[in-house]
């Protein structure tokens, strides 16, 4: 009779917790698989809020959005930010988890699931509190947390593997590196110059056509053709790429306005070496550039300088051996953007339906 009473009490609150818990995802359950690599319901929420703040400026930006109640379920254009959200925090999470396989094939990596990386950054933790307590230097915080976590540890397995592909996979013969020079030889590098402009971009590692990826690059591009084709016609550029939003619900066209000057020339040679490029060709006040690709980033681009202050520049050869290094970045994008490209995505249409943006 006890047992049996005991197991009665035990059933019935296991019942209670499971009604309880029913509502909610379990942080480990798993939303997605990319190559077989779990995407846990924790990861991607982490994710989530990293891409929170670009989307709702994204869509301030496009739409005249406001941050608010009900924010996340509007439809602009027959597209919600929570959509977006989510799509974006997929891609990028697809991003990493290809970058930390292809650290892993060469060595670097014991493993590129989600609780690898939790202890990862345990382990810098300790190191870094046992350096401390040993009154040895530390660089940044005393202890990191996911995001400091995650940019640290990738950078650093970003130098090796680049160091390892240039020798293989990336290894560039003398006529790719000629060829390379050529896009940018005639220019003059900015020095102090401020150059302000309008940029338009689509992105083709986020596009959600569920197409190839060359699908997707032929999308992205001719959605920016066609808003250059409005800009030629006289429409500002804000204008037409909200007009081209309108006609194309659903596309993620993105607009900023940005300066090009002294303290921001080497983030822009380093990440985006064709923008800076371009920039840096001439293009003079109300002018527009082509559209371009940046495989750097994965994305089209298209420009329009809306201000430029010269005040000196530098010749090519100067910065010659800086070029030649940023070869073997834009070549690691590329390849990492068609690693993404080919990736195996599953994802669970169930959980990933009940993930919401509070």
């Known amino acids: 009779m006890k047992i ?3 197991l009665a009490v035990i059933s019935i609150s296991s019942l209670a917790i499971y009604l309880a818990l029913a509502g909610r995802l379990s942080d480990r359950a798993f939303v997605a698989e990319v190559n077989g690599s779990p995407v846990t319901v924790k990861e991607f929420r982490s994710e989530l809020e990293r891409q929170r703040a670009s989307v709702i400026d994204s869509f301030h930006r496009l739409y005249g959005a406001e941050y608010g109640n009900h924010f996340w379920q509007t439809s602009y254009n027959g597209e919600t930010p929570e959509a977006a959200v989510k799509q974006r925090a997929l891609d990028e999470i697809v991003k990493f988890k290809v970058e930390l ?3 892993e094939q060469h060595g670097l990596v014991q493993g590129t699931s989600y609780e690898d990386l939790q202890r990862e950054m345990a382990k810098e933790n300790g190191q870094r509190e046992a350096a401390l307590k040993a009154k040895q230097p530390i660089y940044g915080p005393v202890q990191l947390d996911e995001s400091a976590f995650r940019n640290v540890y990738i950078s650093k397995l970003r130098i090796h593997l680049k160091e390892m592909l240039s020798e293989s996979e990336l290894k560039a013969s003398d006529e790719e590196l000629k060829r390379y020079d050529e896009q940018l030889k005639g220019s003059q590098f900015i020095d102090e110059d401020k150059i302000r402009f309008q940029k338009i971009s689509v992105s083709y590692r986020d596009a959600q056509s569920g197409g190839s990826g060359d699908q997707q690059k032929q999308a992205a591009k001719k959605l920016l053709d066609a808003i250059r084709q409005r800009a030629d016609q006289g429409t500002p550029m804000n204008e037409a790429v909200k007009k081209q939003q309108t006609d194309n619900a659903g596309s993620s066209i993105r607009y900023t306005e940005e300066e090009l000057n002294a303290n921001t020339a080497g983030s822009y040679f380093k990440t985006q070496p064709m923008l800076f490029s371009i920039l840096a060709g001439g293009l003079q006040e109300g002018e527009i550039s082509g559209v371009f690709e940046e495989a750097v980033r994965g994305e089209y681009v298209l420009i ?55």
């Not at 290094?325 to 690691?332: L, R």
């Not at 994008?333 to 195996?344: G, P, S």
């Open 4 to 6: 049996s009473a005991i």
């Open 101 to 103: 396989e292809l650290a």
């Open 304 to 358: 329009q300088i809306t201000g430029r202050e010269a005040s000196g520049s530098t010749s090519f050869d100067k910065v010659e051996n800086d070029v030649r290094k940023s070869y073997v970045d834009q070549a690691y994008a590329a390849y990492l953007t068609k690693l993404a490209d080919e990736a195996r995505v599953e994802i669970n249409s169930k959980y990933y339906a009940r993930i919401s943006m509070p």
